[in-house]
């Protein structure tokens, strides 16, 4: 099978094309047929031996955890699905997936079955962008309608998806578009805020929460200095680090296909062009996903 292989870490041209024996699911575990393989920053991270690449293990490795695909096989014991189903998910993470791929193999509760009405490509974009949003905002910070949620870099990949997430809670929503976007950082009293972009602006935003608010530091983290600040203010962090979750998607395909949710796709690559999407990706300016394009169905 084709599969984009971290040669060494590096730039993105260290990304190359080789081929891989096909992999061969165990018991509890499912063989994909990868039509569409999402890219994420982590993706790119983990090339440069950032990111979760300590889990990953040293090139070379083929990155890469966003897919949807076909269950061409699956392994003893299975029974969310069958072969033929068109299934999505992000499993794995943070250990390597290798979802860069013609086939991957993956356990089956940690896979969902794609949206209706969904393209394999808008499938792909969703799983490790919608998760994070579903798992800071539902989990970790339980919106409820009524609420204010302020998302700090709500254009982008987590971004886009956490706005539409929290509306479709009742949520009332302030978002920055870019990290030029400073307006939403002057509001105050809000329950929750989700910082995508990290550096000083996490410490600015403890001040747009009210007492017993909410703070997930996606992008960075949080330093100490951040959490005495939240400690004075009654602010709790958190500092997530998405989780495969196979019932989380089912309730997102849920919310796409009741038109709640929908994901933005910026550009799409074929899978020989990986390199050149994470070239784009490190850029920035991206609106959405960027998605690579594996085979047909």
């Known amino acids: 099978m084709r599969a984009v292989l971290v040669t060494r870490f590096g730039a993105p041209d260290v990304l190359e094309v080789g081929e891989l024996e096909r992999p061969s699911p165990i018991s509890t575990e499912v063989l994909v047929r990868v039509i569409a393989a999402g890219v994420n920053p982590v993706d790119c991270k983990t090339r440069r031996g950032e990111g979760v690449a300590r889990w990953v293990g040293p ?89 204010t949620v302020v998302v ?21 929503v302030v978002a920055t578009a870019s990290r030029t976007d400073r307006d939403a950082l002057g509001t105050r009293d809000a329950h929750v805020a989700l910082d995508l972009v990290g550096g000083a602006d996490t410490q600015e935003l403890v001040d747009t929460l009210r007492h017993g608010g909410v703070l997930c530091a996606v992008a960075d983290g949080a330093g100490e200095e951040v959490k005495r600040k939240a400690a004075t203010r009654g602010v709790r962090v958190f500092e997530p680090l998405v989780e495969p979750d196979g019932r989380a998607l089912d309730e997102i395909s849920r919310l796409v296909e009741s038109g709640s949710l929908t994901v933005a796709i910026d550009e799409t690559f074929a899978l020989e062009r990986a390199a050149a999407a994470h070239e784009r990706l490190e850029r920035g300016g991206v609106r959405g996903k960027l998605v690579l394009e594996v085979s047909h169905r």
Do not use: K
């Open 59 to 147: 090139p070379p490795f083929v990155v890469g955890w966003d897919v949807c695909g076909v269950v061409e096989s699956m392994g003893y014991g299975v029974t969310r699905f069958a072969a033929g189903d068109l299934v999505y998910g992000m499993p794995r993470f943070p250990r390597a997936a290798g979802g860069y791929a013609e086939f991957v193999t993956a356990p089956s509760r940690q896979l969902a079955r794609a949206p209706d009405g969904l393209s394999a490509v808008e499938a792909a974009a969703l799983p490790l962008a919608a998760l994070t949003a579903w798992q800071c905002l539902v989990d970790a910070a339980d919106v409820r309608d009524g609420q």
């Open 152 to 172: 700090h870099g709500g254009s982008g990949g987590v971004g886009h998806l956490a706005v539409q997430i929290a509306r479709s809670r009742g949520a009332c």
